[in-house]
């Protein structure tokens, strides 16, 4: 369902979660904040006997302090007016440190709750996502999440000030003031726009998403449409996305501007008319009218305060609309909802799998047993099946019939997490940690380094490596930049090994390797002891005689290679 520009159900779930992070925090700022506000009343009001003293005129203090001097009274009531604006202040500074830890604590579990939904979503699930999707949400859209959070509180604030000094103003001057307060809601109220902002804010977040995108496909493409000088195409649509994030700034900027217009017109308006009214109409006594312009003075900024920041949390609250989508998408299993099981040793199989994307492709209905230390092939054409045979069996998606069974019981989500601890799964494009060869090999779990440097052997890097100026310790860069795409394969392959999986999954994992290293690896991977279950799928044919089993995959369905 498409959200509305200014979705109360949004603002809502944005409350909702903002006072679930913030707790006790939340009410203990608002009475930091009436007791401010309350404080600076105080302060205001003893204006009146202090703007009395000073032009001479009898009230209520002068005759409680009769007896004490002119100037004496003076300085104890600017006394009491320092100490009022004195813990005003300290208030202040409470105030701002609460929200700070309210504000930060609200977008940084934000960020990880979202993080540990996209870590444990299934993966159907994920790679429906585009990556842009993600990267703008845990980024751009978090920043606009701590602004909105920001301009919410700022919001709170000024309309408390606005509540409690309005109060002081109707007290001093009820029907002039009453009226002032009423003509400036119903006039901030017709002219809010705050729906326009709302789409405007919309709208910002889909060109923010387009401009993620378009910044992703720059970089990943650079290098080969610079190879090709196809890179003003790149460019060419970075600066649409460019050009149409910044029109809509600029016509939100200009809504602003234009806002702060009609205000300074018409705080302006309102001063003449308290001036004429108090004066002219009402004869107020001048300390009173003194005390009311100071008091509408000190209104001006809470009000125009919280006119632009309503505008601006408008145009933000739709980041939480995105972070919301996002978690949704994510769709992940109910954490503690199934009890974890145990895996059985024994045969993996695959009964009757179906598992369609649409259209036909996927596989169609998949009988496989791999028995354990078994080595099996899997060789077909392109987008015949064999990924997503893989993915079914890692259990990163389920099955739309038949069943993954191992050890002779289904694998289900309780049975997952162990499941996904016995086996390892390699792709053609590993993933390396930006770290030393060490993590990367261990994955942080414990290892001696004879082991580390027996696997590096195992897959060929140990010469390399120990040309390395830190040996085992090198950090290898981003995704392992400063090796080869063969050395990264093997980097990952050695992971893999020194996890002691009971099955082994090689999506092309060696493809990048020349024929004759490729051998060498199998036959020393083969001759590991105890010999994991081997599953690999590839395109080349030249080393399928080392494999007890070679199938082909045909338009979603195995069969013996023929
Ligand atoms: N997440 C997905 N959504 C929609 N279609 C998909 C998805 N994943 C794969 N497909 C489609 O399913 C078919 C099988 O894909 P798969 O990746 O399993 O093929 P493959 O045999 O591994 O191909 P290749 O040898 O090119 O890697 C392809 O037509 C592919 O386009």
Not at 65 to 71: K, S
Request: proline share 3%; net charge neutral; charged share 20%.
């Amino acid at each position: 369902m498409r959200r509305q520009p200014v979705d109360a159900a949004l603002l809502v779930a944005f409350m909702r979660a903002l006072a679930q992070s913030a707790r006790g925090r939340g009410a203990l700022s608002i009475a930091i904040i009436i007791g401010g506000a309350m404080v600076e009343s105080i302060g205001l009001i003893l204006l009146i006997p202090v703007l009395q003293l000073l032009t001479d005129r009898e009230g209520l203090v002068s005759l409680w302090f009769a007896e004490w001097r002119r100037e004496s009274l003076l300085l104890l009531l600017l006394a009491a007016f320092l100490l009022a604006m004195t813990a005003r202040a300290f208030l202040l500074y409470a105030r701002d440190r609460l929200l700070w830890r309210v504000e930060n604590d609200f977008v940084d579990g934000q960020r990880a709750q979202l993080m540990q939904g996209l870590a444990s979503a299934r993966w159907a699930s994920l790679a429906s996502v585009r990556h842009a999707e993600i990267q703008s949400v845990l980024s751009t859209e978090m920043i606009r999440l701590a602004t909105a959070v920001r301009l919410f509180v700022q919001i709170g604030v000024a309309a408390l000030l606005v509540l409690v000094q309005g109060g002081l103003a109707v007290y001093v001057a009820p029907v002039l003031a009453g009226t002032l307060l009423a003509t400036a809601a119903a006039a901030g109220f017709a002219f809010s726009g705050l729906q326009r902002a709302g789409a405007l804010g919309h709208d910002l977040a889909r060109t923010g998403l387009n401009q993620m995108q378009a910044m992703g496909s720059l970089l990943s493409g650079l290098k080969a449409a610079l190879a090709q000088n196809l890179q003003y195409r790149f460019l060419r649509e970075f600066r649409d996305t460019l050009s149409e994030a910044r029109d809509n700034r600029r016509r939100f900027s200009e809504r602003q501007a234009r806002l702060r217009l009609v205000f300074g017109i018409g705080s302006a308006a309102c001063a003449c008319l308290v001036v004429a009214g108090g004066a002219l109409v009402l004869e107020m006594p001048t300390p009173a009218l003194i005390l009311l312009v100071l008091i509408c003075a000190r209104l001006a900024g809470p009000v125009l305060n919280l006119q632009q920041a309503m505008q601006q949390f408008a145009y933000y609250l739709p980041s939480f609309a995105a972070v919301e989508a996002l978690e949704v998408q994510m769709e992940a299993p109910a954490a503690g909802a199934v009890e974890a099981q145990r895996i059985l040793p024994g045969a993996v199989e695959l009964r009757a799998v179906r598992r369609l994307h649409g259209e036909g492709a996927g596989l169609a209905g998949v009988d496989l047993v791999i028995n354990p230390s078994e080595r099996i092939a899997v060789t077909g054409a392109s987008g015949a099946g064999k990924t997503t045979m893989l993915d079914v069996l890692a259990g990163l998606t389920a099955p739309d019939r038949g069943a993954v069974v191992v050890g002779g019981a289904t694998l289900d989500v309780a049975a997952l997490p162990a499941w996904r601890d016995s086996v390892a799964y390699v792709v053609q494009e590993p993933y390396l940690f930006r770290d030393s060869v060490r993590a990367n090999v261990t994955a942080d779990a414990p290892c001696d380094d004879a082991a580390i440097w027996s696997v590096l052997e195992l897959v060929g890097v140990d010469t390399l490596v120990r040309r390395l100026e830190g040996g085992i310790d090198t950090l290898i860069g981003e995704g392992g930049a400063v090796l080869s795409g063969g050395e990264r394969q093997r980097l990952a392959l050695a992971r893999a090994i020194l996890r002691r999986p009971r099955l082994l999954m090689l999506d092309e994992a060696t493809n990048a390797l020349d024929l004759p290293s490729e051998r060498r690896l199998l036959q020393h991977l083969f001759a590991l002891d105890p010999s994991p279950a081997v599953l690999m799928v590839t395109h080349r044919r030249e080393n399928l005689d080392l494999f007890d089993r070679v199938l082909e995959m045909r338009e979603g369905r195995l069969l013996p290679l023929g």
